[in-house]
């Protein structure tokens, strides 16, 4: 059997915000069913990182795959920007986001949210998507708050539906930008659970994370980020168990503290 191309690929990436570089060739690849996660001490470079892989941020080189399609370019260095606004919609839909602050739409029942963008961006059969989205938060849980405001849940029961929503798309990959940092420490664990379980299920993911302790559970490639580039890389057991970086070591001493 022919071996699949990668969900995503990112060869040798830029990014620059004016004069300012903060992402400076960098290689990822997540095969299908890889976790991969992003670490690094703030300012780093993981989110702006993320935000490039599903084209929310623009960058300036490099290549960026999915499933072997490469992002088509118009334009050079800053003005570089994707060539095909037919292909950005596919990617975005396909590498499905999680933010930190869950961006819940505060006028509509957690429903409505999770049917919103397969409906009104996929133009896809409302009866299904209704279906499809009560499935998914039955799967994270909170399939009984269908009909309540994001207001009226709890800071852990919203991520859950952002996370729901983010299923809803049936995307190829999910992408996770801190999805446990602004919650209170009862509350990250039944998200992490959420996710320890899409990691179970085989699900591509890349996930951004301050937690030293999901990102050594969940993970098949641990990314250290430095100044926006990769420092070092490689399996949980070994960047956790046998830290090469003596920055790594000073990254991962710092959180310890912290924790
Ligand atoms: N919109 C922006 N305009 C200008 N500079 C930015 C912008 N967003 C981020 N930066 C800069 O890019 C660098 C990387 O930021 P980024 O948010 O990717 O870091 P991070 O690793 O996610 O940090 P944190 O752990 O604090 O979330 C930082 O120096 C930041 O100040
Ligand atoms: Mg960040």
Redesign the pocket.
């Known amino acids: 059997m022919t071996n699949p191309a990668p969900v995503l690929e990112i060869r040798g990436l830029h990014k620059s ?2 004069e ?1 570089e ?2 400076k060739g960098v290689d990822i690849t997540a095969h299908r069913g890889d976790v991969v996660s ?1 670490i ?12 490039c892989c599903n084209l929310l ?1 623009d960058s300036q080189q490099g290549e960026i795959l999915f499933k072997g399609e490469p992002i088509t370019w118009s334009g050079q260095g800053l003005a570089r920007r994707p060539a095909d606004a037919k292909q950005v919609l596919r990617i975005r839909t396909n590498l499905s986001m999680v933010f ?1 602050q869950f961006n819940l739409w505060s006028h509509m029942t957690i429903l409505q949210n999770v049917m919103e963008a397969p409906v009104t961006v996929l133009g896809r059969d409302k009866a299904e998507v209704e279906e499809k989205a009560r499935h998914y938060l039955d799967k994270v849980g909170i399939g009984d708050k269908c009909d309540v405001y994001p207001a009226q849940l709890s800071g852990g029961q919203q991520q859950r539906a952002a996370i729901a929503r983010a299923l809803c798309m049936e995307p190829e990959a999910l992408l996770f ?2 999805p446990t940092s602004a919650l209170d420490p009862e509350l990250e664990q039944e998200v992490i659970k959420v996710i320890q379980d899409l990691a179970k299920e085989g699900r591509t993911m890349m996930i ?1 994370t ?1 937690d030293m302790n999901l990102a050594a559970d969940v993970s098949d490639t641990v990314v250290f ?1 430095h100044q ?1 580039l990769i420092e070092e890389q490689g399996p949980p057991d070994e960047v956790f168990g046998n830290t090469q970086s003596e920055r790594l070591r000073g990254f991962l001493a710092s959180t310890r503290r912290d924790s």
């Open positions: 915000y004016g300012l903060v992402i992003l690094g001490s703030s300012g780093s470079g993981k989110s702006t990182l993320l935000r941020e930190q930008d801190e951004v301050h980020l926006g």
